[in-house]
C-alpha cells in the first residue's frame, strides 16, 4: 500500500504502500534522546542531542523495505565523529543504515533500502543513531544518542498487518492483513477484466462465472454474500476465500483506535458492496450489448476500489500501527 513504515513512543515504526515508491506522509513516533555513557569517555565529553524527528517502515520495491528516518535540531558531531545509523533486530543484532548526513540546520532525511527486498519490519522493531568514526564502521563502537521502536502490542498489530498475521482469525497461509486487502482486491479487479473479455466475444456464460467470482472474492467464504450466482451449482470462488470485505474488517478492529482506519475500512465495504451489486445486475442480462454497456461502469468501479478506497486503508494502516 505503501502506502508501502512508522515508529512512535517508544518509537514506533510501520510499512508503507505497496503500489508506489512515491514519498508518503512521515511516519509518526519521536526518537528518544539516551544518557551518555559512563563507560565512554569520548562520549561522556560530547553533549547529548536533544534532538526531535519520526523514523518508520515504508515500501520501495517491497513491502517495508525501506526505512525512514527524518530528525532535526541535530547538533553538529565533534571534530573526526558522525552520526551513524543501526536498525536493532529483535535479537539484539545491528545493520548499518549508513552514515547520517547532516543539513546545515541540523536536519536529517534518510530513505535506506534494503539491498535484497527484505520486509525490514519482521525483523527489526528498534533504530539506534550512534557517535562513530567520521568515515562510519563497519560494528557499532560508539555511543548511542538517539533510539526509538515498536514494542508490546503495538509491534504485534503492525508485523500482524503487514508482515504476518499470527493472530485470530486465521487467514490463508498466515497472510498479512493488508498484504491480503491488497492481493485480494487485485484479484477481483482481475476477474472483472475477465467478465470483460468474455462479453467481447460474446460467451455471455462465461461472463456470468467471473462475475461470481467476483461477488465472491469481495465477500470472502464467511461473508452472507458468498453464493452460486451463475446456477452451475458450485459457489466459485478464485480467491483465497478471506475475501476484501474480511480483510479491511479486520483490520479496522485491530486499529479500531485509529478512526482513519475505520473510516477507510468503510469505504472499502462500501465500494465493495456496490460492485457486487452492479455485478449481480449484469448477471441477469441476456442482451449482450447491454451487458457490455454495464461492465464498462462495473471496471470503472474496479478500478476505483484499487486506487481510491483499497490503497487509502493501507495508506491509513501504515501510518497507524
Known amino acids: 500500500p505503501s502506502e508501502p513504515a512508522t515508529p512512535t513512543p517508544t518509537t514506533e515504526a510501520t510499512p508503507g504502500d505497496r503500489s508506489t515508491a512515491a514519498p508518503t506522509e512521515p511516519p509518526a513516533s519521536t526518537p528518544t534522546t539516551v544518557p551518555p555513557s559512563p563507560t565512554t569517555a569520548a562520549a561522556t565529553a560530547t553533549p547529548v542531542p536533544e534532538a526531535d524527528g519520526t523514523a518508520g517502515f515504508r515500501d520501495n520495491l517491497a513491502v517495508a523495505d525501506q526505512f525512514v528516518l527524518n530528525l532535526t535540531d541535530l547538533p553538529a558531531p565533534p571534530d573526526g565523529q558522525a552520526y551513524q545509523g543501526w536498525l536493532v533486530g529483535d535479537d539484539g543484532t545491528t545493520l548499518s543504515i549508513g552514515v547520517l548526513s547532516l543539513n546545515p ?10 539491498p535484497s527486498g527484505e520486509n525490514l519490519l519482521g525483523r527489526y522493531a528498534h533504530f539506534e543513531v550512534t557517535l562513530e568514526a567520521a568515515e562510519g564502521s563497519p560494528s557499532q563502537t560508539g555511543q548511542v544518542v538517539l533510539a526509538g521502536g515498536l514494542g508490546g502490542e503495538t509491534l504485534a498489530k503492525a508485523r500482524r498487518t503487514f508482515v504476518k498475521n499470527e493472530g485470530e482469525p486465521a ?86 483506535n485509529q478512526q482513519s482506519v475505520v473510516t477507510a475500512a468503510t469505504e472499502v465495504q462500501i465500494q465493495g458492496a456496490a460492485i457486487q451489486d452492479k455485478s449481480l445486475e449484469i448477471i441477469t442480462l441476456e442482451d449482450l450489448a447491454t451487458a457490455t454497456a454495464q461492465l464498462a461502469e462495473l471496471k470503472a468501479m474496479a478500478d476505483q476500489l484499487k486506487a481510491g478506497p483499497a490503497i487509502n486503508l493501507y495508506r491509513s494502516a501504515q501510518d497507524a500501527v
Open 105 to 114: 540546520d541540523g536536519a536529517v532525511g534518510l530513505e535506506w533500502n534494503s
Open 171 to 256: 487467514t490463508p497461509l498466515d497472510t498479512a492483513l493488508a498484504l491480503g486487502l491488497n492481493t485480494q482486491t487485485e484479484v477481483a479487479v482481475q476477474h472483472v477484466e475477465n467478465a470483460v473479455n468474455a462479453a467481447a466475444i460474446g460467451a455471455l456464460p462465461e461472463m456470468r462465472i467471473h462475475l461470481e467470482h467476483v461477488v465472491n472474492i469481495i465477500e470472502g467464504a464467511a461473508g452472507p454474500r458468498f453464493s452460486d450466482y451463475d446456477g452451475n451449482g458450485v459457489a466459485e470462488n478464485p480467491g483465497d476465500g478471506f475475501g476484501v470485505i474480511g480483510y479491511s474488517s479486520q483490520i479496522a478492529q485491530l486499529l479500531s
